[in-house]
């Protein structure tokens, strides 16, 4: 395992861990535990997918950071209301 390969495993972990903290209801997907969660473990993982290319998997993990770049601001702009 090369240290890439590493730092993908790292952000898959991240992103199971939020996504577990969700379907236990541990969090909810307003929060910013959740919410940076999948964020740090989808750039983990579009970092490591620069070195072991995969079409597919880069794709979803942009959309990925894109949709929860979103979330984040529409919580962010509901906080201040």
């Known amino acids: 395992m090369d ?9 898959m972990v991240f992103v199971v861990v939020a996504y577990f903290l969700l379907q236990t209801e541990k969090k909810k997907i307003t929060s910013w535990t959740y919410q ?3 964020l740090i473990g989808a750039i983990l993982l579009l970092i490591s997918l620069f070195v072991h290319f995969n079409l597919g998997s880069f794709v979803i993990e942009i959309f990925w950071i894109i949709i929860t770049i979103l979330g984040m601001y529409k919580n962010l702009k509901g906080d201040r209301k």
């Open 36 to 38: 940076v969660l999948n």
């Open 3 to 11: 240290i890439f390969q590493l730092i993908g495993f790292i952000g």
